[in-house]
């Protein structure tokens, strides 16, 4: 991992980067100008140019008018603001769209119009040729420029293709994986109705059929999806780390976009970067947005990561659009910054007059300077300047959560108990638990290296490799504790269930086996019988949604069902296995039980948060190698009281406090306390 090329950019900009999407090109002269002093004014150091400035910056085939792009740069370079600098081929302009096979096609073989972005196809020759072009022509323009500090490429590529170029791309793509037909034949399970192919032109990708699909074809296809994307990437990152190899490179990611699998991704990236909207209406979405800045710290092991977008206020594209107040915009930014961002970015800068996104908020919005926001995001870029010296801090987990973009497709490509399934659901269902507790976690994959770990959470792992299985065993043995949940070890990296059913994989792991599966009636709760010594048990327990029917070996039951056909057989059960723990939920729990089970398991691990706090304050270390920061971010509505473990002095406010004493947090407020690491 390079961290050296990631921490270039906010060693130039002497703290954390502060700004957003720029796109002066919808705007006058005069309004540059104001905008550069606002700019100032807010303390922004570095703005995102040029995401969809394709049609501006080439108005024609091969006609390129970098004029306005050369003079905007010089005028914010003179004022000091770096700028990320994007290659423009999310929105191909109209000229280009005029080749009608540059346009993408949906599953019902619709070939999609002009007038949106994302309308391309990943495999045309044509947009692959222009859109490197114009990359390059960017590259060699630019490479020099003091202002540019971060290459940008693309946004948020998320696009499945169904044309004749993505199917014979695809067929070549499966060639190269299975290397014959009868291996194809063989993971496809294609003796299965009748799909048996005799000849390579007889492969297609999965357009629309009659009914219901083939599920390892459907999950080559997403594989595929994310594999001919990366190849554009791929393509525009080597240009430009040719031109200018000091630059760092980043494509913004986006929070749950299904069709990437990011972590493949982060590892041709320079620094990853991600785009969060969390909705201010729906209560716990600060908790799924933590879940994703623990993602994208982890995908890179550790290495900060950026906060590309953020809406200052509200957004536009859903259906209600509550606005988010400043304090909570304050609180959500420094959230990310608590959990690895060495930035706050938001789209946009300024609000668009027309367009499809002219009523999404803006660090400027259309009522100008006398607005709430306006001000909350000057107060913010201002605040933080405090915490110069916070880039390239990192932070330290003992424990870590699974998310698995492959284990993603193949849950929900199956067809089984209980096709209403969600896994982003069930992760965030254990991840909430997990958040609770306070400790820090990672978000890993199973073939990440697992020894930094003590405590590992794998929900609803239905897709284990061998390799993956034998690593979770491994872990425990070696003192691990695990918790594992149902519909977990079905099937093999093709989706073949792995026989004898079920888990095979995690049976010794685990210490039993899942006889059966089968989905409880939707709004049926079962009560649970609980005979562990646990702290914070609920007064009563239920099992909904799931049920495995398990049989114990070494294993202990710690819940059995209180009724129905499975009565009196175990629901949740725990193992020893050498020196470490394995707890396996064979259910949905209710919120207060998972809870309950997760905060033992972590503390019979022996894993602690950073400071004990009240649970609605989230608290979170950032650590170099002489300081620690300790944010304290109060998520409720009331004031909040902490205890200081060290002396420390909140930057936000310059406060200095001794140990032991309790400090106030208002409502939504946070604190960053700084203590010097003596002897560390
Ligand atoms: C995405 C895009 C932006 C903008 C925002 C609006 O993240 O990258 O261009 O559309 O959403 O929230
Ligand atoms: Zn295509």
Known sequence: MNDELSSTLTRRLGGIAYGGDYNPEQWDRATWVEDVRLMCEAGVNLVTVGVFSWSSLEPRDGHFTFGWLDEIIDLLWSNGIAVDLATPNAAPPPWLAGHTDTLLVERDGRRVSIGSRGHFCPSSELYRDRSRRIASALAERYRNHPAIALWHIGNEYHAHCFCDTCDSRFRGWLQHRYGSLEELNDRWGTTFWSQGYDAWDQVHLPSKVRGHVNPTRELDFSRFTSEVQHELFLAERDILRAAAPGIPITTNFMAFFPLIDYRRWAEGVDVVSLDMYPDPAVPGSLIEAAFQYDLMRSLRHGQPWLLLEQASSAVSQWQVNVAKSPERMRLGSYQAVARGADSVMFFQWRASRYGQEKFHSAMVPHGGESTDTW??????????????????????????????????????????????????????????????????????????????????????????????????????????????????????????????????????????????????????????????????????????????????????????????????????????????????????????????????????????????????????????????????????????????????????????????????????????????????
Do not use: C
Request: proline share 4%; aromatic share 6%.
């Open 375 to 680: 001000r909350a995001v000057r107060a913010l870029g201002q605040e933080l300047d405090t915490l110069r010296d916070v880039p390239g801090s990192r932070i330290r987990a003992e424990a870590a959560i699974v998310w698995d973009w492959d284990n993603k497709w193949a849950v929900e490509g199956a067809a089984h108990p209980l096709n209403s399934f969600s896994y982003r659901d069930v992760v965030m269902e254990h991840y909430r638990a997990l958040w609770r507790t306070g400790v820090h976690a990672d978000v890993i994959s199973l073939d990440d290296d697992l020894s930094a770990y003590r405590v590992i959470v794998v929900p609803n792992q239905y897709l284990l490799s061998q390799h993956a299985a034998d690593a979770l065993r491994r872990f425990v043995e070696n003192g691990g504790h695990v918790l594992v949940s149902y519909f977990s070890g079905i099937v093999d990296e093709h989706d073949h269930v792995a026989l004898p059913g079920y888990a095979p994989g995690l049976r010794e792991t685990i210490g039993a086996h899942v006889r059966d599966i089968t989905a409880i009636r939707e709004g049926e709760a079962i009560p649970l019988v609980v005979s562990m010594e646990i702290a914070d048990l609920p007064g009563s327990a239920a099992a909904m949604r799931w049920q495995d029917d398990i049989g114990l070996e070494t294993a202990t039951a710690l819940v059995s069902y209180g009724s129905g056909r499975f009565a009196g057989r175990p629901a949740v059960t725990d193992n020893r296995l050498g020196a470490g723990r394995a707890i396996y939920v064979g259910t949905t729990l209710d919120e207060g039980l998972l809870g309950a089970i997760m905060s033992d398991l972590v503390k019979t691990a022996g894993v602690r948060p950073p400071l004990s706090a009240p649970a609605d304050v989230e608290v979170v270390e950032r650590r170099s190698e002489a300081a620690s920061y300790l944010f304290a971010l109060n998520h409720s509505d009331e004031a909040r009281n902490v205890v200081l473990e060290r002396e420390a002095i909140d930057r936000l406010t310059g406060v200095a406090y001794s140990s032991g004493h309790t400090l106030e947090l208002a409502p939504q407020d946070v604190a960053v306390l700084f203590s010097a690491r003596i002897g560390a």
